[in-house]
């Protein structure tokens, strides 16, 4: 080979390996996005905790959603991401994660968190709607998933009757005696003027 055709073959195969390595990098991510979502579909109910602050729904707040699990980090099966989801009554994804990396699972917003992250913010929408059902999942290194959800409501609307006034026995016999005094005393004029 000459060295212009060595040159142009070295730079061919160069360009090769690069294209092939960028269209890596992008199947990877969309591989691991597309299992991650199948682990959920066959998650099984947890036993774990999770916490939400506030706990009723309100439009435009920011929440603090929190996963306890008292696994032991030793286990076989521990704990590779947590996973969290925000659905309407109509299980339309809503709401906001702040967090760094999200995915979508079935056109649901997902925050992705570590092992060592047990928490993040979401704010909720502008939106009127009655509820919210928080998902959270636990993804172990086993490929299996547990989930526990937790739905925010809106605090009913409470109407605050007037008090309502029940005399006591006090202002009830302080009114009577006056009410006495005040007949006795026309009757006492009248009696006597008769015996005078």
């Known amino acids: 080979m000459h060295e212009a055709e060595t040159s142009k ?3 061919a195969t160069f ?6 390595l960028f269209i890596g990098t992008l199947i990877v991510p969309a591989y691991t996005q597309i ?9 099984t109910a947890g036993n774990f905790t999770v916490t939400v602050t506030p706990e009723a729904y309100q439009a435009n707040t920011t ?9 032991n980090l030793t286990d076989s099966n521990n704990v590779t991401k947590y996973l969290l989801q ?6 339309v994804s809503m709401g906001e994660w702040k967090v760094a990396d999200r995915g979508n699972c079935s056109s649901t917003d997902t925050a992705i968190l570590n092992a060592t992250q047990k928490a993040a913010n979401w704010t909720s929408p502008d939106s009127n709607i009655s ?14 998933a547990k989930f526990k959800t937790v739905t925010l409501k809106k ?32 009757l006492l004029l009248v009696t006597s003027k008769l015996l005078s």
Do not use: G, H
Not at 35 to 43: D, G, V
């Open 15 to 20: 360009v090769f390996l690069v294209q092939l």
């Open 86 to 91: 925000a659905l309407s009554p109509q299980n």
């Open 35 to 43: 299992e991650r979502c199948n682990l959920l579909l066959n998650a």
């Open 155 to 186: 605090e009913s609307e409470t109407t605050t009757a007037p008090p309502t006034t029940t005399p006591n026995s006090i202002s009830m016999v302080q009114s009577s005696s006056f009410f006495i005094a005040v007949i006795q005393l026309p």
């Open 63 to 71: 929440y603090l959603v929190k996963i306890s699990d008292n696994r």
């Open 9 to 11: 073959w070295i730079m």
């Open 131 to 144: 509820s919210v059902e928080i998902r959270a999942y636990i993804i172990f290194t086993d490929k299996s």
